[in-house]
Nanobody, 115 residues
Framework: QVQLVESGGGLVQPGGSLRLSCAPS????????MGWYRQAPGKQRELVAT???????NYADSVKGRFTISRDNAKNTVYLQMNSLKPEDTAVYYC?????????WGQGTQVTVSS
């Protein structure tokens, strides 16, 4: 079964930056949207940002102006550039691909923002 693989997480200081990447281990067809979600300990998974195959983006209010989602449709890769990171951004970040009939999830990558 095709898996999504995230990378780029790590430990950064407040105000720092990270760039997350996510790509499938195999071919996924008819992707119409990609997104990033995050889940902090004791909290529900929440949407961070989405991007359609055409490039339209949507962001959670909490990250708007700080995070940028982008994608490479040819490579089926989605990125999340995270700037001005705050401790409250600490979470496991998951990528998600949506087709018309299915959704795919990665295993997550840890982002920790701490001094």
């Amino acid at each position: 079964q095709v898996q999504l693989v995230e990378s780029g997480g790590g430990l950064v200081q407040p105000g720092g930056s990270l760039r997350l990447s996510c790509a499938p281990s195999g071919s996924i067809f008819s992707i119409y949207a990609m997104g990033w979600y995050r889940q902090a300990p004791g909290k529900q998974r929440e949407l961070v940002a989405t991007i359609t195959s055409g490039g339209s983006t949507n962001y959670a209010d909490s990250v708007k102006g700080r995070f940028t989602i982008s994608r490479d449709n040819a490579k089926n890769t989605v990125y999340l550039q995270m700037n001005s990171l705050k401790p409250e951004d600490t979470a496991v970040y998951y990528c998600n691909f949506k087709t018309r009939g299915l959704g795919y999830w990665g295993q997550g990558t840890q982002v920790t923002v701490s001094s």
